[in-house]
C-alpha cells in the first residue's frame, strides 16, 4: 500500500514487476493471498465467497527465484489432456489449441513459473500449426521451448515429412534440414523462446548417420555450430542472449562424454532416468559454466520398463531429494518436470515449481510433509489439512513401494503379461494381505472425510484425494486378490473362487470411478481427460478368470503361516508337517493359521491347544460355502507368562470337524530368550536379521563426509545419506578403516552360520562422472568388502531397481558364532542412500516389501503390539463417494462364477 501514490490523494495498491512477467506473478500473488488457489480452474478449487477483502498495509518484496527458467512439459497426451482438449476446449481444431494452452499459461503464471514445452506426441499438431499457440504464450508472457527431441522448436513427429523432405540425417540431408530449422527461427522471430541444441532421431531415438558416440559427437559439433548461425542471422544477432539449452538425455550422454564441447553460454541439462533418480550432475568444471545447468525431471513416463501414465505416484521425499541434490551441485538456470497430463498430477507440479522458485526451505526434509499440509490446508480447511496429509503420504509411501501401475509385474518394449506379484501370501503376517489392509485403511480414512468436505470443495476433494487413493486401493485389489486365487486354489482351497470375483469386482469399480471422472464430475467438465489403460497395456486390462481345479475329495484344511504349496516360488523350503514359525519373545505377537473349505458344503470346527501358554482368536467356527464364509482366519498367542522358562517349549494344536483332524505344531524359543537376557537391539528371529539403516548404534563421521539422517525417505521412512554431496569420492579404499566415516549396527545371533547379508539402497546414480556407487562393508571389523551398485542405463539389474525403488547387493559374510557381532558400512562416494539391512542366516523366506525388524527390547514382552485380527475375507474398501462399490460381473451367482472358473482360457 502507497500512500499519495504518483503525487495524488489517498492510497494505492500498486504491484510492480521487474518485467511484464514479474508484475503478473504480483498480481497473481495477491489472488492467492486473498483465496484464490492457483489450481482453482485445473482442479476445481472454488474460490470461497468473502463479503470483504483485506489487505495488511506496507510493502512485500519478492526474492530472485532460486531457478531462472522453471516450467512443465506436457507428454503422452494421447489419453488425456489431448483427447479432453478436443473435446472440450478447442472442439475446432479437435486438438490442444489456444484456449487450452491459455488456461495452462494462465497456471504456470499462478504458480510462478515461466516456460512450456508444449505437447508433441503424434496425436498432437505441432504448437507452430496453430498460429494462435505462440500468440498466446506471448500474451501470457510465457517462454516456449521444446524437449530434448524437438530441436529448434521443431516438433518432428509432426512436422518432419521424410517423403517430401529426405531422411532425418545430417550426415546425408543436411540441406534439407538446415532450411526446417531455419523455417522455424524466422517464424518464431522475437517470440520469447527457449531453443533446444543437438540433434537426434524424429521422435526419440538415436541420431541417424551415426555409428559411434563418437561419430555422433563429432557430427553435433557441426550441427550446434550451424543452430547457433540460424539463431544468429534471424533471432539475435548477439546469440548469447538467446536461451540455449542441450539435454544430455539417454545416449545423448554418452555422446557429451566423448569430448562433446558446448558453447560457454548454452545451458547443459541434466535429465533423470525416467523414474525420478538424475543421472549426473555437474562437476566443478561445468558448475564454472556461463550457461550453467539444469534438470529434466519425470514425474509421469512412457517406456522400457514400464510406464506410469495414470496416476501420480512419484513420491514428494525423492522429488525434494533429488532436486535439492541438484540444487546443492548449482544445477538453478533450468528446471522442467514432465506432467504428462497436468492431470492427476496437481500436487507433485505444485512442489516442483515451488522448490524451483525457492528452494532455501526444501533444504530441510521435513519441509516436504509440511508444505503438502499447508497445500492440502488451504484447500480443504486448516482442520482437514494434517489428515489429508497423512493420507496422501501413505499412498504415497505405498506407490513407493511399488507403483499401481508396476502391479502386475509386466513390461514395455517390448511388452509382456502380466505375472504372479512377488508378494508373499504366507509369511510375514501374509505379505500381500498387510498392503491390502494399508489401502483399505486408507479408503476408510478418505470415507469418513467426505462428509466434511464442503460442497465447494468436493469436486476437488474427488480429483485431489480421492481417485488416487481409490483407484491405487483398486488395482492393488484386482492382482493380490487373482494372486490369492492362484495360490489358494493350489491349496485347494474353495476361497479361491472368492478372491477371483473379487479381483474381477475392483477391476469393475476403477471402471466406474473413471466413468464418473470422465462424464460426471464438475457436470462433465473433464469429459475424455481420465484414462484408466493408457496404452492399453496388460496391467490395466480385467483379470483372466483361471481354471480352478480342487481336489473334492477334501472337504476342509487348515494351512498356518509359512506353509505354502510346495511348487510356490514363495516358499524357500518345503514344509513337512504343520507347523508356524518359532515364537520369539521380541518377536512378532501373533501368528496365523486359515481354516477353510475344500468343497461345497457346511464345516464346525473346533481348536483345542495342548499347552495352556498358547491363546487363540477364536476357538470354534463354521464354514460355509457362501461369499466371504469358506474360510477363517485365527491369531495365536503366546503368554511368555506362563512359557517354561527352559527348553524348547513344544504345543500342539489339534482342528477337528467333519471328521478330520489337523494338528499344528508351535514353537517357544525360551532357551534363547534367556541367553540374550541382557543384550536389546538388533537379533537373531527365524533365521535372519532386519535392520533399517537410520536405526544405527554408532555413526563415525570424519572431516570430509559424514553419514546424515533424512526424513522420509526410502522404503524405511528415514534413510541414510552419504553427505556433502560436493565431496570428492574417496580413491584411498586401503586406509578405509581410519579415513572413510562409517556406521554400525550391533546384531546377536543364535546360529553358527557364514550370513548372507543383503544392503538395499535407493538407485541413485553417481552424482558426478567421476564418482561411483560405493560403499564398504564389514563384519566384525574384518576386512571390507567394496561395492559398487553403478548400473548401465537400460539394463536388467537397472529396469528392476526403477521398478522397485531398491538397488540391492548381497554380501557373503564370514562364518559367525552364536553371540554378539557388528555390521560396518563405510563411506567412499556421495549421494548413496542407505536403506535397509538384512542378514539371512538360513531362515529368510522371499519377501517383496521392507521386512520388520527384528529388535529386542530389555523387559518382559510388551503386550502393547496387538494381534492381527481373525477375519473371513480381506477388509473391502467402503462404498465410493461416486457411486457404490457393488459392481456388476458377467456370471449371475458366485456358483456360476465358480464353475466358469473350471474352463480353461
Known amino acids: 500500500m502507497v500512500d499519495k501514490p504518483f503525487g495524488r490523494a489517498g492510497k494505492a495498491l500498486v504491484i510492480a514487476g521487474s518485467d511484464r512477467r514479474g508484475t503478473a506473478f504480483g498480481v497473481f500473488e495477491l489472488s492467492r493471498r486473498l483465496g484464490v488457489s492457483p489450481w482453482y480452474w485445473w482442479a476445481d478449487v472454488t474460490p470461497r465467497h468473502q463479503d470483504n477483502l483485506y489487505l495488511t498495509p506496507g510493502s512485500f518484496s519478492s526474492a530472485s527465484p532460486t531457478v531462472k527458467y522453471r516450467g512443465i512439459f506436457l507428454n503422452d497426451e494421447d489419453w488425456g489432456l489431448q483427447p479432453w482438449a478436443a473435446q472440450n476446449l478447442d472442439k475446432d481444431s479437435k486438438d490442444i489449441g489456444p484456449n487450452t494452452y491459455a488456461r495452462i499459461f494462465e497456471l504456470l503464471l499462478r504458480l510462478k513459473a515461466n516456460l512450456i514445452w508444449p505437447a508433441m506426441h503424434p496425436s498432437t499438431r505441432a504448437f507452430f500449426s496453430y498460429p494462435g499457440n505462440p500468440k498466446m504464450a506471448d500474451r501470457y508472457a510465457i517462454l516456449v521451448g521444446t524437449s530434448h527431441a524437438e530441436p529448434m522448436l521443431r516438433n518432428n513427429v509432426d512436422e518432419w515429412k521424410e517423403q517430401t523432405m529426405g531422411p532425418f540425417d545430417y550426415f546425408r540431408n543436411k540441406p534439407a534440414v538446415y532450411r526446417y530449422w531455419e523455417q522455424r527461427a524466422q517464424q518464431a522471430g522475437k517470440l520469447e523462446a527457449m531453443y533446444s541444441l543437438g540433434m537426434r532421431g524424429v521422435h526419440d531415438s538415436g541420431m541417424e548417420g551415426a555409428k559411434t558416440p563418437k561419430q555422433a559427437a563429432q557430427m553435433l559439433h557441426s550441427v550446434i555450430a550451424d543452430q547457433r548461425e540460424i539463431l544468429r542471422r534471424h533471432v539475435a544477432p548477439d546469440v548469447t542472449t538467446v536461451p540455449q539449452v542441450f539435454t544430455a538425455y539417454k545416449e545423448v550422454l554418452d555422446v557429451y562424454d566423448e569430448g562433446l564441447k558446448l558453447p560457454d553460454d548454452v545451458t547443459l541439462v541434466w535429465p533423470d532416468d525416467n523414474y525420478g533418480y538424475i543421472s549426473r550432475l555437474s562437476n566443478p568444471q561445468e558448475q564454472a559454466r556461463e550457461g550453467g545447468a539444469g534438470v529434466y525431471y519425470h514425474a509421469s513416463y512412457w517406456g522400457r520398463p514400464h510406464d506410469y501414465l495414470w496416476l501420480s505416484t512419484t513420491h514428494p521425499a525423492l522429488i525434494r531429494e533429488e532436486m535439492m541434490k541438484a540444487y546443492a551441485l548449482k544445477t538453478d538456470r533450468l528446471w522442467v518436470l514432465n506432467v504428462g497430463d497436468i492431470k492427476p498430477l496437481e500436487y507433485n507440479i505444485q512442489l516442483f515449481l515451488d522448490m524451483a522458485y525457492d528452494a532455501r526451505p526444501f533444504q530441510q526434509s521435513t519441509h516436504v510433509p509440511a508444505h503438502l499440509q499447508a497445500w492440502a490446508g488451504t484447500i480443504f480447511g486448516e482442520k482437514l489439512g494434517p489428515e489429508i496429509r497423512s493420507i496422501l503420504w501413505e499412498y504415497y509411501d505405498l506407490a513407493f513401494e511399488r507403483r499401481p501401475e508396476f502391479m502386475g509385474w509386466s513390461q514395455t518394449e517390448p511388452t509382456t503379461p502380466t505375472q504372479r506379484t512377488a508378494y508373499n501370501h504366507f509369511a510375514y503376517g501374509d505379505e500381500a494381505q498387510r498392503r491390502l489392509d494399508r489401502y483399505a485403511a486408507l479408503t476408510q480414512r478418505v470415507q469418513q472425510l467426505r462428509p466434511q468436505i464442503e460442497p465447494a470443495r468436493a469436486d476437488a476433494f474427488f480429483e485431489l484425494v480421492y481417485y488416487p487413493v481409490v483407484g491405487a486401493a483398486l488395482m492393488n485389489q484386482k492382482f493380490l486378490y487373482q494372486d490369492k486365487s492362484y495360490w489358494y486354489a493350489r491349496q485347494h482351497r474353495a476361497s479361491a473362487a472368492d478372491y477371483a470375483l473379487w479381483a474381477q469386482q475392483a477391476y469393475a469399480n476403477i471402471e466406474r470411478e473413471t466413468e464418473y471422472y470422465n462424464n460426471q464430475l464438475a457436470g462433465g467438465k473433464w469429459r475424455g481427460m481420465m484414462s484408466m489403460q493408457p496404452r492399453n497395456l496388460p496391467v490395466y486390462q480385467a483379470p483372466v478368470a483361471l481354471p480352478l481345479a480342487l481336489d473334492t475329495t477334501r472337504i476342509w484344511g487348515v494351512s498356518p503361516e509359512g506353509f505354502a504349496p510346495h511348487d510356490s516360488l514363495l516358499a524357500a523350503t518345503s514344509v513337512p508337517s504343520l507347523e508356524l514359525p518359532t515364537f520369539y519373545s521380541w518377536g512378532p505377537s501373533s501368528y496365523f493359521v486359515d481354516v477353510f473349505l475344500s468343497r461345497r458344503r457346511a464345516v ?55 471328521g478330520k483332524t489337523f494338528r499344528v505344531a508351535v514353537r517357544a524359543a525360551a532357551a534363547e530368550s534367556e541367553l540374550a537376557t541382557d543384550y536389546e537391539g538388533f537379533i537373531e528371529t527365524n533365521g535372519y536379521v532386519s535392520m533399517r539403516a537410520a536405526h544405527y548404534s554408532r555413526k563415525v563421521d570424519k572431516a570430509a563426509s559424514r553419514w546424515t539422517l533424512v526424513d522420509g525417505l526410502a522404503h524405511a521412512g528415514q534413510a541414510l545419506q552419504a553427505h556433502p554431496l560436493q565431496a570428492k569420492p574417496l580413491v584411498d579404499t586401503v586406509n578405509l578403516k581410519t579415513q572413510a566415516s562409517a556406521v554400525e549396527y550391533d546384531f546377536y545371533t543364535f546360529s553358527r552360520a557364514a550370513p548372507a547379508i543383503t544392503v538395499s539402497t535407493l538407485p541413485t546414480h553417481p552424482v558426478t562422472r567421476s564418482a561411483g556407487m560405493r560403499y564398504g562393508v564389514a563384519v566384525d571389523h574384518g576386512p571390507i568388502e567394496i561395492v559398487d551398485f553403478k548400473t548401465v542405463g537400460r539394463s536388467e539389474e537397472w529396469k528392476q531397481n526403477v521398478l522397485r525403488n531398491r538397488a540391492q547387493r548381497q554380501i557373503k559374510g564370514p562364518l559367525l558364532g552364536p553371540g554378539r557381532h557388528t555390521l560396518t558400512l563405510y563411506l567412499l562416494d556421495p549421494g548413496v542412500v542407505l536403506d535397509h539391512l538384512t542378514i539371512d542366516l538360513g531362515g529368510l523366506q522371499p519377501a517383496y516389501s521392507l521386512l520388520p525388524e527384528t529388535w ?44 466358469a472358473l473350471l474352463v480353461p482360457t
Open 856 to 899: 529386542k527390547t530389555l523387559g518382559p514382552p510388551s503386550p502393547a503390539a496387538a494381534p492381527r485380527k481373525a477375519s473371513a475375507r480381506p477388509p473391502t474398501p467402503p462404498a465410493p463417494m461416486s457411486k457404490p462399490w457393488g459392481a456388476k460381473v458377467r456370471c449371475r451367482s458366485l456358483r456360476q462364477f465358480a464353475i
Open 604 to 658: 464346525a470346527w473346533k481348536v483345542k491347544s495342548s499347552v495352556k501358554w498358547l491363546t487363540l482368536s477364536a476357538q470354534k467356527g463354521t464354514l460355509a460355502s457362501a461369499e466371504g464364509q469358506k474360510q477363517q482366519r485365527l491369531q495365536v498367542r503366546i503368554d511368555w507368562q506362563k512359557v517354561p522358562k527352559r527348553g524348547a517349549p513344544m504345543g500342539v494344536l489339534t482342528f477337528s470337524g467333519a
